[in-house]
């Protein structure tokens, strides 16, 4: 079983819409998660971390983190052509300090 | 700028040649890494330095060996190149929180092995 799962995609999404990316993650005491950014021919940018159960937000962005179901999600709002990127989800396994272990990452295009 | 800095951007070479990446960061962060990317986006660690110190060596060829002269630096020497070595390698470089690493990437060295 893959650490860190992703749905590959495509995903699309029309200008406007919620775009939402789901990450699931195999080591159940994983404690840190993150979101990250990448553009086609360009690296990683880090757009979202979270820690705890439940919401947090920064601007159009949402991450999600159910603990007890092992989930974590990104939900894009009011998504524009700019966000059309591969986001990566990335975890913090459990005794592997320092080391995030990545998921293969979603494709989004947001269609004008 | 502050940022973490990688040459070369482009490597192209022969099967068998030996290479180097060098990868700087002046964000004064302790830990830095090395990531390969292959063609399916998979970004996966290779090695990890925390202030000079090896901490993270996950199962890659010997023929690749990490050298750290100061927790600036981190670069990424290849001997015997492979055709499989042909990936995107991405320099990072974190400082060790609590709640754990969020790494800052380099733009990326894309090697082509031919």
Redesign the interface.
Known sequence: QKEVEQNSGPLSVPEGAIASLNCTYSDRVS??F?WYR?YSG?????IM?I?SNGDKEDGRFTAQLNKASQYVSLLIRDSQPSDSA?Y?CAV?ISG???????G??TQLTVLP | DTAVSQTPKYLVTQMGNDKSIKCEQNLGHDTMYWYKQDSKKFLKIMFSYNNKELIINETVPNRFSPKSPDKAHLNLHINSLELGDSAVYFCASSHGLAGGPAAFFGPGTRLTVL
């Open positions: 404690q840190s993150f990448q360009k690296s990683p940018e880090l971390s820690y591969t990566l913090n592997s300090a320092r080391q995030l272990t990545f293969s990452g």
